[in-house]
């Protein structure tokens, strides 16, 4: 069961896996355009990339269906990532949705249809490690398109179902496949990571989505000395400095929000800079728990290039990692995430020491 969004990399994954497995392509239906204003043209799992995936699926010759997974995103991928904003976190909701719809629901309907497996179209490898007795994550060869990041929450059962076909490729490869094939969307731009928000205003969309008003508030120094006035703290995340909306004269930058008094701490960049990162949540992938210091090298964003570093694990199950030079901003919300080489070691939520240790 090739889970296929309407994008080139899940149609090329089908592509390949036709050639040695039975396919059935399978698109899931999140939410409707009309429910987010969506454009097509800025987003995937839209109505028309429904129909993109279809016409491949066509193409391909192999059955498709679609499952309308709406309720279970709402409330483990839309929900989360509104109460993560309103309580002064910065969420990555494509981290749920693999979490709990792709490798959990869709893995799940998968079973009760008698599927072997289920295979998706991230830049990620996976192999099974016969000393341990545990499949391994390992980042996409094409380093540029690497997407283990978002994927550390898979457990053992998960990657045992799972394949990705392209992990051993790189972007243009996959473009060549899907040309090869002669599917439609060949040449279709990659799409925006959050999906929800076509636009990339998620203020806006909260607000619309909620129907709270989040109030003004105080910017404020380190000092508790008032700035100025912020715009609803649901606007800002730490490390911003563009749209504060605010001149003190040199740049200013936000390097923590207080929620409970609705305050917008703004500072240096220098004052963005720690080495200590902590996490909760933490799923250990390629290796088992480890119970001493054991060396790393991590990331707490995305886009951010790993950094040498000690994990330290807590007796709670949590993780402290002290990076070997200081990190900036480091947001509670994100995910911090380890790897030794190319294999993904755990990954977590990133909190305060205090949440940490609790």
């Not at 309907?109 to 545990?134: N, S």
Request: charged letters at 25%; a neutral charge; hydrophobic letters at 35%.
């Amino acid at each position: 069961m090739v889970a296929m969004s309407g994008g080139v990399d899940s149609s090329a994954a089908a592509a390949i896996l036709k050639e040695q497995y039975d396919v059935t392509g399978v698109t899931l239906r999140l939410f409707t355009n009309e429910d987010i204003q969506l454009d097509r043209s800025r987003s995937c799992c839209s109505l028309d990339d429904v129909e993109d995936a279809r016409s491949v699926a066509n193409r391909l010759d192999i059955p498709f269906y679609v499952y309308n997974f709406g309720d279970r995103f709402r409330e483990c991928v839309i929900d989360k990532f509104n109460n993560s904003y309103i309580n002064g976190l910065t969420p990555n909701p494509c981290i749920d949705c693999n979490r709990f719809i792709k490798f959990d629901a869709l893995l799940k309907r998968a079973e009760l249809l008698g599927q072997d497996y289920i295979a998706t179209g991230h830049y990620v490898r996976r192999r099974y490690d016969e000393k341990t007795g545990r499949f391994q994550l390992l980042k996409g060869t094409d380093p540029a398109k690497d997407q283990s990041y978002v994927l550390y929450g898979m457990t053992q059962q998960q990657l045992a179902k799972t394949l990705f076909p392209i992990g051993e490729l790189t972007k243009p490869q996959t473009r060549a496949i899907a040309e090869k094939y002669g599917l439609v969307n060949a040449a279709k731009p990659d799409s925006q990571d959050i999906c929800f928000v076509p636009d990339g205003d998620y203020a806006r969309f909260i607000e619309a989505y909620t129907g709270k008003k989040f109030p003004c508030g105080d910017f404020v120094d380190r000092d508790g000395n008032v700035l100025g006035q912020h715009s609803g703290i649901i606007r800002y995340t730490v490390g911003q400095r563009k749209g504060l909306g605010i001149a003190l004269g040199k740049p200013a930058y936000v390097i923590e929000k207080d929620i409970e008094n609705n305050r917008v701490v703004l500072g240096s960049n220098e004052e963005l800079f720690g080495d200590t990162a902590y996490a909760f949540d933490v799923n250990w992938v390629s290796y088992e728990c480890a119970h001493s210091p054991v060396r790393v090298c991590a990331r707490v964003r995305y886009n951010q290039q790993e950094q040498p570093a000690t994990l330290y694990p807590l007796e709670n199950g949590n993780i402290k990692v002290v990076f070997d030079k200081p990190q900036r901003a480091i947001t509670f919300g994100q995910a911090l995430v380890c790897y030794d080489g190319e294999l993904l070691v755990c990954g977590g939520t990133c909190c305060s020491r205090k949440q940490a240790v609790s």
